[in-house]
């Protein structure tokens, strides 16, 4: 069979292609479709291709398929009823979940907002959170994201179930500065609330996410097609706080959560506090779990063993 995908890769390195991108995803017991196995390779394929490699690689007992799902040998076929139940149950939250990302997108200084995490991606678990990626009016990324801390805080008594706002970056530093295969994930599955032009620019500023997933477009369709316009309360706070008085409480609120925060998780050193608790002018990243780094150790593990195996 002719091969078209780039630099020629002979199909042990096939193989391989498709194991890595299986086993980043075994890491959450998500078991892919063909197109979704295309969508995060790393290098262009076409669909047609895939499948025969596919074909081969099931044949071969190296990976399991059914009902058009793909997973790791090693893994169970009650991965697919778990993702099944994970997609019904983030349908029946839909309309909520629009609800509270059309209110988080009004709020004063989000200049867009996107939906991030597992429901990105299309799941919801009963107990799991929606997790939002917000770009801040330039200079007011920390007013931003405290005014979003407080409503939740005193409306939604702290709940964070569909209000998990844990990354905010600057509308004039839209790049991020992680390069990885998680960011990369992250950034490629990420859900815009409403079509903007800024939403064009951050996809722009981080282009090199197509290094990872040359075969996806970047920019999904949002959850609303037009852009969400602000309420008479989020105009006035934007107003008011438009001059030196914002710049003075944006600063006051970063002093005071970056304190906090080096108080709260003194088990990082200042390179891990950097990675997972990255607080400067322009950014607020939220995430003490050190996710990014379990996942990246997941994979390695797998694709130790796979390389062990072979």
């Known amino acids: 069979m002719q091969i078209s995908i780039e630099n020629n890769l002979t199909s042990s390195a096939i193989e391989k292609l498709i194991f890595q991108t299986l086993a980043y995803f ?16 790393h290098k262009k394929v076409k669909e047609a291709e895939l499948k025969y490699f596919l074909d081969q690689l099931t044949i071969e007992n190296k990976i399991k398929e059914e009902d058009g799902f793909y997973f790791l040998s090693s893994n169970e076929n009650t991965c ?8 019904e149950f983030l349908l029946a939250k839909k309309e909520k979940i629009k609800r509270y990302a059309k209110l988080i997108s009004g709020f004063p200084f989000v200049e867009s907002a996107f939906i ?50 844990n990354y905010f970056i600057d509308s004039n530093n839209l790049a991020v500065p992680d390069k990885n295969l998680f960011v990369a994930t992250e950034i490629t599955s990420l859900q815009p609330i409403d079509n903007k032009e800024i939403n064009r620019k951050f996809y722009s500023a981080n282009s090199w996410i197509t290094e990872y997933f040359p075969n996806t477009n970047s920019l999904k369709s949002s959850l609303f097609d037009k852009a969400i316009k602000k309420n008479i309360i989020s105009k006035t706070i934007e107003k008011v706080c438009s001059s030196s008085i914002g710049e003075k409480l944006d600063d006051y609120f970063f002093r005071m959560t970056l304190d906090r925060w080096q108080k709260k998780f003194p ?7 950097d990675l997972n608790m990255r607080s400067y002018k322009s950014v607020s990243k939220h995430h ?23």
């Open 26 to 41: 075994d890491i959450f017991n998500y078991p892919l479709k063909i197109d979704e196995i295309r969508q995060y390779c």
């Open 267 to 273: 088990q990082f050193n200042k390179a891990e506090f």
């Open 80 to 87: 697919i009823s778990n993702r099944l139940k994970k997609e």
């Open 116 to 165: 991030s995490g597992s429901v990105s991606k299309g799941l919801l678990d009963k107990d799991g959170d929606v997790d939002y990626f917000i770009i801040a009016k330039a200079n007011r990324v920390w007013l931003c994201r405290s005014l979003l801390i407080i409503f939740k805080k005193i409306a939604l008594l702290n709940s964070r179930k569909y209000f998990c706002v």
């Open 288 to 310: 003490p779990r050190g996710y990014q780094k379990i996942v990246l150790e997941a994979l390695n593990f797998r694709m130790n063993k796979y390389e062990s195996d072979n």
